[in-house]
């Protein structure tokens, strides 16, 4: 019996003519900074070599990207996209091109200049988030493989406090997010509450969540939250508590995965330029271990070309098995298997 559903059909044709990326990814951060997160999808990788994208290469970039896509974001594996030494004027020129921005660091980086930067010529949509994880230095320091007694913690809250303060007095649009990942070490009442007393006068909204696991991964770490009972009672104490903060929670548990999918349909509306120049279908794997399945390097051919290139149509019809991935970050697999039950684990090519 022939099988047609209008719904799927509608949005094979819509993935199948993208013209451009609903979201393209900067990692332009040369590391992290002396940060070593035993949680990040980076960790133990080693990041492409060769030499750095320079300004003049950025500024072409963001020239041919003007007007064609509808959001950048400046992220990282393994590296914060604060964390080179032409960040200003990649966010400046980027702006000036009328791009929307997102940004997920960890803050440290974040000077004045930057954050008045960021609160000028606010697109709809821009946002940061800040990436914190602890209520405390000591915990701070543990969770993100910082010296001990550095004083870190103390540098984050001043540059989100600043960040925020100059939101205000611009009246800017940008959006401020803080987010902690919840582990066996700081998720107590007490660590928690005093999270929300320290960022929630500084923010917009603050997030907790438990730390994603790749798609497929052998072993939890023991660090991690065996249960995520206790931290909703949690979550819902500190929402009835502090009313008026707009307190956020991702409630999902890791037997929410499943490697189920044969295809990455995602990589139909991302592309991700890692600090070498490097495209790549997905931001989780800008390493030197998955640059086979690069779709090819911005300093050899201008961006247009590579997404419209053969090899990147190869990729997309290629099975996750032979790609070699299947590390999705929670919001990629959750829409990999919702595309995956519409089009019945079937390529749409």
């Known amino acids: ?91 400046k020129r980027l702006k000036e091109n009328g791009l929307r921005l997102g940004i997920h660091t960890k803050g440290f980086l974040l000077n004045k200049h930057l954050a008045d930067l960021l609160n000028t010529n606010t697109a709809y949509g821009d946002f940061i988030t800040i990436s914190v994880d602890a209520s405390d230095s000591a915990v701070y320091n543990s969770l993100h493989g910082l010296p001990k007694g550095g004083r870190f913690f103390g540098r984050v809250i001043e540059n989100v406090k600043y960040l925020y303060a100059r939101k205000k007095k611009a009246r800017s649009g940008l959006n401020v997010n803080v987010s902690y990942l919840l582990f066996k070490q700081n998720s107590s009442m007490e660590q928690m509450e005093r999270f929300v007393r320290i960022f929630g006068e500084a923010c917009d909204t603050i997030r907790f969540s438990p730390p994603q696991l790749p798609n497929k991964v052998d072993s939890r770490p023991d660090y991690y939250l065996d249960s995520l009972t206790q931290v909703r009672k949690t979550v819902n104490h500190l929402r009835r508590k502090y009313h008026d903060k ?101 390529r749409i090519s």
Not at 272 to 293: A, H, L, M, N
Not at 320 to 330: K, P, S
Request: net charge positive; charged share 30%; proline share 4%.
């Open 1 to 91: 019996m022939f099988d047609y559903n209008y719904f799927r059909d509608f949005i094979a044709k819509l993935m199948k003519t993208s013209p451009a990326p609903l979201q393209l990814e900067l990692q332009p951060g040369e590391g992290c900074g002396g940060y070593n997160c035993g949680f990040c999808y980076g960790y133990n990788q080693r990041l492409t070599s060769g030499k750095d994208l320079s300004l003049k290469d950025y500024y072409a970039l963001l020239d041919d990207l003007k007007g064609r896509v509808g959001l950048i974001t400046m992220a990282g594996i393994k590296s914060d996209p604060l964390n080179n030494k032409n960040t200003y004027q990649i966010i």
């Open 246 to 346: 707009k307190i956020v929670f991702l409630d999902i548990e890791d037997s929410s995965h499943t490697t189920d999918f044969k295809y990455c349909y995602m990589q139909r509306f991302l592309a991700v330029i890692d600090s070498r120049g490097w495209v790549y279908p997905c931001p989780q794997i800008t390493t030197e271990k998955f640059k086979p399945i690069a779709y090819g390097n911005i300093r050899n051919k201008g961006f247009w070309e590579i997404w419209d290139s053969k090899r990147r149509k190869r990729t997309l019809d290629m099975e996750v098995e032979r790609l070699g991935c299947r590390i999705c970050d929670r919001k990629d697999e959750a829409l990999n298997m919702e595309f995956g039950r519409i089009f019945k684990n079937e």
